[in-house]
């Protein structure tokens, strides 16, 4: 697949969440939610290790690379970013995942 392409694009990323910020912390994505639906975001998940051990995981699905792009340098996201529920974890490297096939 090409660049530039229409399908839904997946971002993964690890997040350390320490126990007494979680709730504040999921409140704080519900929270974000319509907002950044407005720029695509179809999925957000916020995934526990099963055994307990080590980071989580947030995975979001977007319409395309170009809605996520759009978030990116959308006016709100600076407000987002800069937001006290942002600061409650520590949020590692967003890695870009190009769907290619699946249901």
Known sequence: MSKG??????????????????????????????????????MERVLAPADGQ?????????????????WLTAPEKPGVDASPGHALVKFGKIKRYDTISGY
């Open 5 to 42: 392409h229409r399908d839904p694009l997946v971002c993964i990323r690890s997040v350390e969440i320490p126990t007494e910020n979680e709730e504040a912390f999921f409140q704080w994505i519900e929270a974000n939610r319509h907002l950044r639906q407005r720029y695509g975001i179809l």
């Open 54 to 70: 080590g980071n989580w995981l947030i995975i979001t699905i977007w319409e395309s690379e170009e809605a996520f792009e759009k």
